[in-house]
């Protein structure tokens, strides 16, 4: 049995319900209704992969291991600082690929997307256009060759991630002082808040998926005190069509 869906969807509902009870912004209405495009285009994404991406992913891996390609052969590291490695290696590379998504035209086009969501919770980050995945799991078949990951520890990674997203994305009410502390090593949602800023210049920073090193080594952490006071989502696609399944799906192509 597959567990990893089954953990995903645990700590969904976990979230769902606490952001429910304890949010940081009050007075949403119709979650379910906000929630179901995002639940649907997950269920797409899920049926893609299954079919197609698993496959291509498992192929390059399998053709680099026997290869002995990457860095860690190289470097000789072996048991679980190799497993180690090949995380914080990824990580960073989700720092640079989340990056180039907002630099380059063409990948923003689906990136944005994801941040046309103007009321922002844990289902935001199952909103995640087809093809900005189609492009990720392309793009990052390089990297897994050059790190000479497994796919176990590249399931690992990605459970990791989506329990990350998942609570970055919340409107889960976190005590300030907790969400700083924590922020000096994980994403926290304050920190993610300001990511969906609709101010430009706070949309372009707090890239990092998972460890927050990325953001301050790069100096694009940024902070706020008032996350209670944060616009979310994007000047333009505002509009409710927008925040619907079929105005997401045709957002990358207007």
């Known amino acids: 049995m597959d567990l990893k869906p089954i ?31 995002h639940v649907v285009t997950a269920l797409l994404n899920g049926l893609l992969t299954r079919l197609f991406l698993t496959g291509m992913t498992i192929t390059v891996m399998d053709w680099a291991a026997a290869r002995e390609f990457g860095l860690r052969g190289v470097l000789g590291i072996s048991g679980m600082a190799r497993t180690v490695l ?8 989700m720092y640079v690929w989340h990056r180039a998504n907002h630099r380059i035209a063409f990948l923003w086009r689906f990136h944005r997307a994801h941040h046309s969501d103007i ?67 994980l994403v926290t949602p304050d920190m993610h808040r300001v990511h969906h ?15 927050s090193l990325w953001d301050r080594l790069a100096h694009t952490f940024r902070t706020r005190e008032d ?5 979310l989502g994007l000047p333009l696609f505002r509009e409710e069509k927008y925040q619907h399944l079929a105005g997401f799906l045709v957002t990358p192509f207007l």
């Open 7 to 37: 953990l995903i969807f645990c700590a969904l509902a976990m979230i769902y319900v606490c952001e429910g009870l304890f949010p940081h912004f009050p007075g949403r209405i119709a979650r379910a209704k906000h929630a179901f495009p």
């Open 86 to 93: 090949a995380l914080v290696l990824f990580d960073l590379w």
């Open 119 to 185: 009321a922002m919770d844990t289902t935001t980050a199952l909103r995640f256009h087809p093809g900005e995945l189609i492009l990720s799991s392309c793009i990052r078949l390089p990297v897994l060759v050059l790190i000479n990951m497994s796919f176990s520890e590249l399931v690992l990674f990605e459970v990791l991630l989506n329990l990350s997203t998942l609570f970055h994305h919340s409107n889960l009410a976190i005590p300030r002082t907790w969400d700083r502390r924590l922020s000096l090593v």
């Open 197 to 211: 800023s609709v101010e430009r210049q706070e949309t372009n920073s707090n890239f990092t998926s998972l460890l």
């Open 227 to 231: 996350t209670g006071n944060i616009r």
